[in-house]
T-cell receptor, first 113, second 114 residues
Framework: NAGVTQTPKFRVLKTGQSMTLLCAQD?????MYWYRQDPGMGLRLIHY???????AKGEVPDGYNVSRLKKQNFLLGLESAAPSQTSVYFC????????????FGEGSRLTVL | LAKTTQPISMDSYEGQEVNITCSHN???????ITWYQQFPSQGPRFIIQ?????VTNEVASLFIPADRKSSTLSLPRVSLSDTAVYYC???????????????WGLGTSLAVNP
């Protein structure tokens, strides 16, 4: 049971390049989240999904797009990377209902030059 | 959306009990309170969760007053390995139709000294 797996774990991009971060979970969870974490900023919600085929904006969605074509996968895309998107990105999943627990991936460190 | 407020940092020594309090004045009726621990370069991991009164597990206790506008995480006899950032999260509940836009606070950076 792998839990939540993020790929890639590290990536360096040049300004204007595009890339996709993949989050995969094998727990059959309905809800999935993408967060970014910057020094002193805590976790900020980018986008989230409450089920296959649905997505919604979080606190800081600008510059990012997401897709949830399959229940187990949640993709985060950067169409034109900017230095301000240098961050550590965390994916998490949650099963709805009482006393849900968020399960996090190990993070993806992205540097935009 | 329940906003949380915690102290930015705390210091302690090995063997002491540490209490971290989180304020969540606009908590909703269905919301549970969950605490997470995060080490550098890792994702947060679940510590404890509660709805009201007191909850205890093998690593921590959680105290929630009757009005549920705050909660206190208690770590008994901390060790150096408890040095981490601790977050309280409000918003996970038992109504599947609720808004699931889980917003995190800044967390409390706990430093345990020898």
């Amino acid at each position: 049971n792998a839990g939540v797996t993020q790929t890639p774990k590290f990536r360096v991009l040049k300004t204007g390049q595009s890339m996709t971060l993949l989050c995969a979970q094998d727990m059959n969870h309905e809800y999935m989240y993408w967060y970014r974490q910057d020094p002193g900023m805590g976790l900020r919600l980018i986008h989230y999904s409450v089920g296959e085929g649905t997505t919604a904006k979080g606190e800081v969605p600008d510059g990012y797009n997401v897709s949830r074509l399959k229940k187990q996968n949640f993709l985060l895309g950067l169409e034109s990377a900017a230095p301000s998107q240098t961050s550590v990105y965390f994916c998490a999943s949650l099963v709805p209902g009482a006393r849900g627990e968020l399960f996090f991936g190990e993070g993806s460190r992205l540097t935009v030059l | 959306l329940a906003k949380t407020t915690q102290p930015i940092s705390m210091d302690s020594y090995e063997g002491q009990e540490v209490n971290i309090t989180c304020s969540h004045n606009n908590i909703a009726t269905n919301d549970y309170i969950t605490w997470y621990q995060q080490f550098p370069s890792q994702g947060p991991r679940f510590i404890i969760q509660g709805y009201k009164t007191k909850v205890t597990n093998e690593v921590a206790s959680l105290f929630i007053p009757a009005d549920r506008k705050s909660s206190t995480l208690s770590l008994p006899r901390v060790s150096l390995s408890d040095t981490a950032v601790y977050y309280c999260l409000v918003g996970v509940g038992y109504n599947a139709g609720n808004n699931r836009k889980l917003i995190w606070g800044l967390g409390t950076s706990l430093a345990v000294n020898p």
